[in-house]
Nanobody, 124 residues
Framework: QVQLVESGGGLVQAGGSLRLSCAASGRTVSSYAMGWFRQAPGKEREFVAAIKRTGGTLYNARSVKGRFTISRDNAKNMVYLQMNSLKPEDTAVYYC?????????????????WGQGTQVTVSS
């Protein structure tokens, strides 16, 4: 089992950058596929990015590819989401998630563990 705690959210102007962090405790992040999702008001939770156990990465190409980068630090047991060129439509609560079994999870139901979320607000 793993516990996840997100941090790093906040208010930023359009075009700015933020780095979200996800601290994991219990088991090492390399034991899981780790993902980031987001949920805007009135919308369904949306896949943003994932890093596989192998270190390979997946992105929601339509929404964030080329602007966001997911990474992990096994020694610190952390996962990060670097977000650049932020847009107002990136405003959402961002969640970190862990999947214990699948190799390339991109669906919400595929993830076993979730953090509490961190708010990101991008002003125009």
């Amino acid at each position: 089992q793993v516990q996840l705690v997100e941090s790093g959210g906040g208010l930023v102007q359009a075009g700015g950058s933020l780095r979200l962090s996800c601290a994991a405790s219990g088991r090492t992040v390399s034991s899981y596929a780790m993902g980031w999702f987001r949920q805007a008001p009135g919308k369904e939770r949306e896949f943003v990015a994932a890093i596989k156990r192998t270190g390979g990465t997946l992105y929601n190409a339509r929404s964030v590819k080329g602007r966001f980068t997911i990474s992990r630090d096994n020694a610190k047991n952390m996962v990060y989401l670097q977000m650049n060129s932020l847009k107002p439509e990136d405003t959402a609560v961002y969640y970190c998630a862990a999947d214990a079994t699948r190799s390339s999870p991109t669906r919400e139901y595929e993830y076993d563990y979730w953090g509490q979320g961190t708010q990101v607000t991008v002003s125009s």
